[in-house]
DNA sequence: AATTCCGGAGAACAGTTGTTAACTGCATGG
DNA sequence: CCATGCAGTTAACAACTGTTCTCCGGAATT
């Protein structure tokens, strides 16, 4: 509301930041149901209680990570599914904008792959809405296309869903190769390629 | 080895399978990385000092969580990529079989959804290799089958793979919808069958 | 019938956890 | 320039954790 001029408020959001930032690098060896709260204050070096001027609780600081992680994501969408000029080259393209994300924010990706299912009922929650949010966008870009003509509502929502479905997977696949030989890598790319092509052959011949 | 004379080994593995269940229950709400020791021989009502004469700690509990939650699944890979008859029949009756094992046992495949990338390293080895060991299945009924001439070996690993994530994402999906209103698990069952209809048709055109 | 084996119980340990209360110092708004 | 607000601190609490050691009773072996 204030037109919040500053000093004050920029400390808080600084230590608000170090606080999301410990809590996403303690998370890559354990789930957020597991996370405690000294832990985080302990990595941040503050006192356990300041955390309480930030969150209510660790499932509290999850649902703002969940934000974090997938906020940045919608921008995203648009530029993956946006010109077709060659079919193919929309699939790789789209694949090495997934691999680039993952190399730049590895720990966001781990983070929502890891509570999409896991043990924290609002994050779980949380997580399903915004994936929600990206399934329809994906759906309303899909609707522009010219070869949706004839397609029906379901339809198109099952073919977003598949699409958002499947980018996690890629994803959390390229997450697991991140650090391995780039044979390996190379293959993961190759097969993500692949099953974004069947689906796209799929997709062309649905209606017949 | 030894001729198993019994009363004693099968009282045994009572109270481990016991440690088992009460272990499955407690992680209905929350990761195997949070659950405790404790926790679980509270719940069954024997000593704590008692789960080492079964497990050498929680994350060795999840590795044989593993074995029993996707052991059972080998055979139901035949049924459902069995006779071929009518595609869409094929289908429906595979979807059909995911709903009935997810309704038979939920607990297995939350377990397996949420632990698939959960925070316990030794566990999310195991899932990995029984997946890849059903991938393999997978691959080598596909090879069979009289639509695949002409297709490579990497096509056919990504083709398995694809079923394979497609039905955990299914399972999962229909997991969530457990207690929904019958709406909604009408609409689950019918994207699912979507989905793979898909999948089939971009199967069929895959050597355009 | 005597002896070994072993699943489980009991007690105790040092260390950790979330949460409360009352405090301190400093940027803020009057 | 002074009074208020508020991010962060300190101290203490009861409750809980994993792990070790010692012991017990009954099945298994001989």
Redesign the interface.
Same mark, same amino acid.
Request: glycine share 12%; no cysteine.
């Given at each position: 509301m204030s037109h919040t001029p500053g000093v004050r408020q920029a400390q808080k959001q600084k230590t608000r930041q170090a606080l999301l930032d410990a809590a996403l690098g303690l %998370?890559e060896? $354990?789930? %957020? !149901? !597991?996370l405690g709260l000294r832990e985080v204050t302990r990595a941040v070096g503050v006192a356990p209680t300041a955390f309480y001027r930030h969150f209510r609780s660790t499932d509290d600081l999850g649902v703002a990570l969940v934000e974090e992680a997938l906020g940045s994501l919608h921008p995203m969408i648009r530029t993956t599914m946006s010109p077709a000029e060659d079919d193919d080259e929309r699939i790789a393209r789209a694949v090495e904008l997934i691999a680039g994300h993952v190399a730049a924010h590895p720990a966001h990706v781990?983070f929502i #792959?890891?509570e999409?299912? +896991?043990?924290v $009922?609002p994050v779980r929650r949380a997580i399903r809405e915004q994936l929600a949010r990206f399934a329809e966008e994906v759906k309303a870009e899909l609707a522009t296309d010219a070869s949706a003509a004839g397609w029906s509502d #379901?339809?198109l &929502?099952?073919?977003a869903?598949?699409y958002v479905?499947q980018m996690l997977?890629t994803a !959390?696949y390229f997450l697991e190769t991140l650090d391995a030989p780039e044979e390996e890598r190379r293959?993961a790319v +190759?097969?993500a390629r692949?099953?974004l092509r069947?689906? !796209?052959?799929? &997709?062309?011949?649905?209606l017949?």
């Open positions: %998370l060896e $354990q789930s %957020l !149901s !597991s781990r #792959a890891r999409r299912h +896991g043990g $009922q #379901a339809d &929502r099952m073919l869903g598949l479905d997977i !959390s293959r +190759g097969t692949r099953q069947l689906i !796209s052959v799929g &997709r062309r011949h649905w017949d």
